[in-house]
């Protein structure tokens, strides 16, 4: 059983392998990658948004959707940290500490 | 537990020294990210460091008087708003979401309006990932507040 996932692990390096010998050319100026909507950024970041930082103004005009969703999974998780960790002052009884402490009896 | 207010006259000095220039150098990231490496989210880690340096060498006690997690809590959400207040503003002046160019900034110019937007877009990410920090610190030191 050992061999057999052993050969199929080695099946898929294999198989991985072949695949990157498809793959474009590291910093290949050709690559759809970099021909798709890079030189329109690079080129326009100026005109549109008068910002000489292109990462700026991707991560934050064009792209800046996603910023927003990665600023709302920071915040999620700080909410998460509170609310599993926080310690409420002895008190403020509420129902969820009553309902704690008579686990813990 | 924070031990109260670390007893040596050297910490207490660097540290009291060296938390102004840290934020000054953070509102400097946060301001230079048209033109240079830095923004919203190294700029806002750059505050809650200086924070939580202010936590350690003071103790909870008197840093939570100076800076209370509430008001952590309260500047994150309020940084997460203003993002998404300059993404739904322009929706109201006839542009799409996140479209800064239609910000109601009548006294700019069209492509001055844009770096304007991600100005206040960065302002906000380093709002609430200041605050997020301040306040993942605060709940792991597990102190009452």
Same mark, same amino acid.
């Given at each position: 059983?050992?061999?057999?996932?052993?050969?199929?692990?080695?099946?898929?390096?294999?198989?991985?392998?072949?695949? *990157? &010998?498809? #793959?474009? @050319?590291?910093?290949?100026?050709?690559?759809?990658?970099? +021909?798709? %909507?890079?030189? $329109?950024?690079?080129?326009?970041?100026?005109?549109?948004?008068?910002?000489?930082?292109?990462? *700026? &103004?991707? #991560?934050? @005009?064009?792209?800046?959707?996603?910023?927003?969703?990665? +600023?709302? %999974?920071?915040? $999620?998780?700080?909410?998460?940290?509170?609310?599993?960790?926080?310690?409420?002052?002895?008190?403020?009884?509420?129902?969820?500490?009553?309902?704690?402490?008579?686990?813990?009896? | 537990?924070?031990?109260?207010?670390?007893?040596?006259?050297?910490?207490?000095?660097?540290?009291?020294?060296?938390?102004?220039?840290?934020?000054?150098?953070?509102?400097?990231?946060?301001?230079?990210?048209?033109?240079?490496?830095?923004?919203?989210?190294?700029?806002?880690?750059?505050?809650?460091?200086?924070?939580?340096?202010?936590?350690?060498?003071?103790?909870?006690?008197?840093?939570?008087?100076?800076?209370?997690?509430?008001?952590?809590?309260?500047?994150?959400?309020?940084?997460?708003?203003?993002?998404?207040?300059?993404?739904?503003?322009?929706?109201?002046?006839?542009?799409?979401?996140?479209?800064?160019?239609?910000?109601?900034?009548?006294?700019?110019?069209?492509?001055?309006?844009?770096?304007?937007?991600?100005?206040?877009?960065?302002?906000?990410?380093?709002?609430?990932?200041?605050?997020?920090?301040?306040?993942?610190?605060?709940?792991?030191?597990?102190?009452?507040?």
């Amino acid at each position: 059983m050992r061999w057999l996932k052993a050969f199929i692990m080695l099946l898929f390096v294999a198989l991985m392998l072949y695949a *990157t &010998s498809g #793959l474009p @050319d590291h910093a290949d100026p050709q690559a759809p990658a970099n +021909t798709y %909507v890079t030189p $329109t950024y690079i080129e326009d970041t100026i005109k549109d948004t008068h910002t000489p930082n292109v990462v *700026t &103004s991707v #991560l934050a @005009d064009y792209r800046g959707y996603d910023t927003l969703g990665e +600023t709302v %999974v920071i915040f $999620t998780a700080g909410l998460a940290c509170v609310l599993i960790l926080m310690k409420r002052k002895s008190n403020d009884k509420t129902t969820l500490s009553k309902h704690r402490h008579s686990d813990h009896m | 537990m924070i031990k109260q207010h670390y007893q040596s006259i050297v910490i207490q000095t660097i540290c009291s020294l060296l938390i102004p220039f840290i934020q000054l150098f953070a509102l400097y990231v946060i301001i230079h990210g048209h033109y240079g490496p830095g923004g919203g989210f190294q700029g806002g880690v750059l505050l809650a460091v200086s924070i939580i340096l202010q936590r350690l060498y003071l103790g909870s006690k008197i840093s939570y008087q100076r800076f209370s997690p509430k008001l952590a809590l309260a500047l994150a959400a309020t940084g997460l708003l203003i993002y998404g207040l300059a993404g739904i503003i322009p929706m109201i002046f006839g542009g799409s979401f996140l479209d800064y160019g239609n910000l109601p900034l009548f006294w700019v110019h069209d492509a001055e309006r844009r770096a304007l937007g991600i100005l206040i877009v960065e302002i906000g990410i380093g709002l609430a990932v200041f605050g997020t920090l301040v306040l993942i610190f605060d709940s792991l030191v597990g102190e009452r507040w």
